[in-house]
Structure formats: C-alpha cells, structure tokens
C-alpha cells in the first residue's frame, strides 16, 4: 500500500529550464511534507519542506507547491543546473499513532546540458 | 558529509545468517532512524529511537531487531536472513523526536544475501 508516490520514475531536462516533480499521496493523516535529494552512493540530504497549512514554499531555486485538494505536491527547480542530477524523495509525515516518515520511490533528475 | 557513520558499506552473507548494522548519529542528536532501500523502491521507515527508548515502530520483520546504546548509537539486526533482505539499508538521525525535523542520513550499508 503505497501511500506516498511518484509516479514518474525518471525525467530529463535541458540544463536552465524548469524541472518539475510530482508526488501524491493517498491519505489525508499527513500533515508535513519533506523533499530529499540523493546522489549515487550517499545518503538522502534534505532539500525542502512545507506544512500542509501553506500552499507554496519557495527556497532560492527550489520551490514546492502543495494543492491539498488534490493530494498532490510538486518541486519546482529554476533553473535546473546539471549539479541537479539526481534522485529526488518525496516524503509526508503520517500522524497517525507515532509520528512517521514515509518515503515515495523516488523520480530520477537528469540534467542535460 | 552528514555526519552520521555506518558501517560497514557492504556485507554480503548467506541465507540464513544473521548480520548486525552499525551506526554512529550526529553529535548531539538523540534521535535514530533505520530505513530499508530495496531495488526501484523508496525508503521504508523500520524503526526509529530516541534517547534510548523506542520511539516508532514501521514495518520492521520480526526477524529484525534493533537497540540504541547510552552512548546513542543503534545496531539493527538481522536474523533469518533471506534473499528478499538484500537492500540498502539507510541510518538517519535528527536531534529531536519529531518526524517534522530534517533528518540526516548517513551513506548507508549494502546488504546482499546469496
């Protein structure tokens, strides 16, 4: 069951347009969402988040929209720079019994120059 | 660099066996999370710690088991091993308890199981 997902598992971009990820979820007990970028062979690093109170958070070139409605969340990358490359988590917090992450399986970021 | 030490990066084992991941969180944080990676999936929430205490409980086998010390690095073991528990297995840590928190990770342990 998977409550996080990203349907796209990869994307490609040209190096200075506009990447964009999407992630839905299925249940509406989150209520914190958290992006994650990992590059081969380290561990997931923090990149951005929002509370599911706001709409947009925006962090220099990173930008998260959420449209709770809809169950859906994207990040925005502007421009999209070939240090992009990557794979890109999304995460909800779950507040139902104890507090848990819960990790979609990720969209892989190519950036193409 | 996170900050957070595991160890070893690779261990590969028989089925059937039983292995024990090590990890060292951040300076500080008092909080322990173990994620599984298998292949094409995300991140699977096992379990977390804090402070010593079991904080929370994700889908973590009953063939694993996992502990946090006073000096608040976590082992997880696993026992029983079977060819499916081949993963990455991913430590994070975060000074609080909350899941709202970033959480660091460190570069994880690869599993195989022949």
Known sequence: DQQVKQNSPSLSVQEGRISILNCDYTNSMFDYFLWYKKYPAEGPTFLISISSIKDKNEDGRFTVFLNKSAKHLSLHIVPSQPGDSAVYFCAGTLIQGAQKLVFGQGTRLTINP | ?114
């Open chain 2, 1 to 114: 660099d996170s900050g957070v030490t595991q160890t070893p990066k690779h261990l590969i084992t028989a089925t059937g066996q039983r292995v024990t991941l090590r990890c060292s969180p951040r300076s500080g944080d008092l909080s322990v999370y173990w994620y599984q990676q298998s292949l094409d999936q995300g991140l699977q929430f096992l379990i977390q710690y804090y402070n010593g205490e079991e904080r929370a409980k994700g889908n973590i086998l009953e063939r694993f088991s996992a502990q946090q010390f006073p000096d608040l690095h976590s082992e997880l073991n696993l026992s029983s091993l079977e060819l499916g528990d081949s993963a990455l297995y991913f430590c994070a840590s975060s000074p609080g308890w909350s899941s709202y928190n970033e959480q660091f990770f460190g570069p994880g342990t690869r599993l195989t199981v022949l």
